[in-house]
């Protein structure tokens, strides 16, 4: 992999430095990802990162709050610019972040050093691949994750809960609502588990989860239904779940979010849940 120049793109005092590539993961095109962070010790978190953006918007400048916050917990990020919705529904953007993933176990001692722990995280429509790379991750055998960290994910098309109905979300015209509709195109892509992990109806074998939401967060429900249903399908899932207000799933888009109020309680739980390998306790910042 050829790692282009280290630009440095915050106004914050000592951002984590960043360097982008493109990667032949067996996919028609190559991928583009960004790689932050340094090598660590034995043991590192790499952790494989997809931003938001409804599945039909966002670029690796999306994600950089988010892969920021993962590398001030302690981590290795690499970020993936995954295909979009508009141009390649589903299983296209799964498919290539399973495949990002899979070539980061192969090379995860050259990214993160010796014996680095895998992990995938996303926040929006990212949270929602990261999920279903787990689940093909278990499906496949391979390969191992220690870990998921889901904020603010786009779990469910149904789009019904009390959640989105409070924050006026969710309707027709809604940005969730249209990023649903063009990332499946069919209906019946609605009932698998890869394109909406939030109503997979087997989720025994997965990873610890570690899953961030907010008390103004739309897709809060989703999250915490998620988080619950993981917990009762024996995975050890966690909730954070942080005061409002946040202005979250948008706000993690933005990339002085990794300066926001809301920021340090999300670093913390990050911290612990990487340190650890498997959940904390969960965190009520409400």
């Given amino acids: 992999m050829s790692l282009?120049?280290?630009?440095?793109?915050?106004?914050?005092?000592?951002?984590?430095?960043w360097r982008d590539s493109r990667i032949d993961v067996g996919?028609?095109?190559?991928?583009?990802?960004?790689?932050y962070g340094l090598r660590?010790?034995?043991g590192a978190a790499l952790v494989i990162h997809f931003h938001g953006g409804a599945f039909v918007s966002g670029t690796l400048d999306s994600g950089i709050?988010?892969?920021?916050?993962?590398?001030?917990?302690?981590?290795?990020?690499?970020?993936?610019?995954?295909?979009?919705a508009s141009a390649e529904p589903f299983p296209a953007a799964v498919e290539a972040g399973y495949a990002a993933l899979s070539w980061a176990f192969r090379a995860r001692t050259r990214l993160a050093g010796t014996r680095a722990r895998l992990f995938v995280a996303g926040e929006e429509a990212g949270g929602n691949l990261a999920a279903a790379s787990a689940l093909i991750a278990r499906d496949r055998g391979a390969?191992?994750?220690?870990?998921?960290?889901?904020?603010?994910p786009m779990l469910d098309p149904c789009l019904g809960t009390a959640s989105l109905r409070r924050n006026r979300a969710g309707a027709a015209g809604c940005p969730l609502a249209e990023g649903w509709c063009t990332y499946l195109r069919e209906p019946a892509a609605a009932e698998h588990p890869y394109a909406?992990?939030?109503?997979?109806?087997?989720?025994?074998?997965?990873?610890?989860?570690?899953?961030?939401?907010?008390?103004d967060d739309p897709l809060q429900d989703e999250a915490r239904a998620y988080a619950a249903r993981l917990r009762a399908a024996g995975v050890p899932a966690a909730e954070c779940v942080?005061?409002?207000?946040?202005?979250?799933?948008?706000?993690?888009?933005?990339?002085?979010?990794?300066?926001?109020?809301w920021s340090e309680p999300v670093r913390r739980a990050m911290r612990e849940f990487l340190a650890a390998g498997a959940t904390p306790a969960a965190c009520d910042h409400a």
């Fill in 4 to 17: 282009a120049h280290t630009p440095q793109a915050s106004a914050s005092a000592q951002p984590p430095a």
């Fill in 27 to 35: 996919l028609p095109a190559k991928l583009g990802v960004r790689l």
């Fill in 40 to 42: 660590d010790g034995p």
């Fill in 65 to 84: 709050a988010t892969a920021r916050l993962l590398v001030a917990a302690g981590a290795v990020v690499l970020s993936v610019d995954y295909p979009l």
């Fill in 143 to 152: 390969p191992p994750l220690a870990g998921q960290i889901l904020l603010s």
């Fill in 196 to 215: 909406a992990p939030g109503r997979s109806v087997r989720l025994a074998g997965l990873p610890p989860a570690l899953l961030v939401t907010a008390n």
């Fill in 242 to 261: 942080l005061a409002a207000p946040t202005g979250w799933p948008g706000a993690l888009g933005i990339p002085a979010g990794e300066d926001a109020p």
